[in-house]
T-cell receptor
Framework: DSGVTQTPKHLITATGQRVTLRCSPR?????VYWYQQSLDQGLQFLIQ???????AKGNILERFSAQQFPDLHSELNLSSLELGDSALYFC?????????????FGEGSRLTVL | DAKTTQPPSMDCAEGRAANLPCNHS???????VYWYRQIHSQGPQYIIH???NNETNEMASLIITEDRKSSTLILPHATLRDTAVYYC?????????????FGDGTTLTVKP
């Protein structure tokens, strides 16, 4: 158990819909990262937040947005869903702050768009 | 972040050492080398990291070349449960360490 909690574990929805994925980082971790993993693909970095502020952005689509709340949990919002958005979405957290902290990953949210 | 290159797949006999190479020829001086593995579709699991010196922990050893352009992850006595995709990434420490780009990794298959 990494200490990172993601909900929901599985989600099935239709094209055009909007979903929200939630991540609770490990206690004390200030950084949250979101990754997308499509079938048989590597992990694509989407976005990072540190203590509520966006710190780094990857190839995140404009239809996707994220935020980190004062209690440090984070949400990834996916809108106008397309079939190609079906993937595993992972959240990771780290201590950051200058230390070479490793990333602790949650078990992911599997999104299926029909 | 520097890119990494790994062989797509490797086999290893159970009980033998598994040596997984990674090339990171464009690594910067402030970038660490990290190794993770992903078993099936579970969340990736941290294995080990290093900057310059070789490192060892209860899971594996990490050998980094003197010029830091490549590294090798060593699983000393591979078991069937070590079958996974192994990712080598390089990233900067600190709050802006976000763009930890994972490549395609190496699929290690441990065979009986």
């Amino acid at each position: 158990d990494s200490g990172v909690t993601q909900t929901p574990k599985h989600l099935i929805t239709a094209t055009g819909q909007r979903v929200t994925l939630r991540c609770s980082p490990r206690s004390g971790d200030l950084s949250v990262y979101w990754y997308q993993q499509s079938l048989d693909q590597g992990l694509q970095f989407l976005i990072q937040y540190y203590n509520g502020e966006e710190r780094a952005k990857g190839n995140i689509l404009e239809r996707f947005s994220a935020q980190q709340f004062p209690d440090l949990h984070s949400e990834l919002n996916l809108s106008s869903l397309e079939l190609g958005d079906s993937a595993l979405y992972f959240c990771a957290s780290s201590v950051a702050g200058g230390a070479p902290g490793e990333l602790f990953f949650g078990e992911g949210s599997r999104l299926t768009v029909l | 972040d520097a890119k990494t290159t790994q062989p797509p797949s490797m086999d290893c006999a159970e009980g033998r050492a598994a040596n997984l190479p990674c090339n990171h020829s464009t690594i910067s001086g402030n970038e660490y080398v990290y190794w993770y593995r992903q078993i099936h579709s579970q969340g990736p699991q941290y294995i080990i990291h290093g900057l310059k010196n070789n490192e060892t922990n209860e899971m594996a050893s990490l050998i980094i070349t003197e010029d830091r352009k490549s590294s090798t992850l060593i699983l000393p006595h591979a078991t069937l449960r070590d079958t996974a995709v192994y990712y080598c990434i390089v990233r900067v420490a600190g709050t802006n360490a976000g763009k930890s780009t994972f490549g395609d990794g190496t699929t290690l298959t441990v065979k009986p």
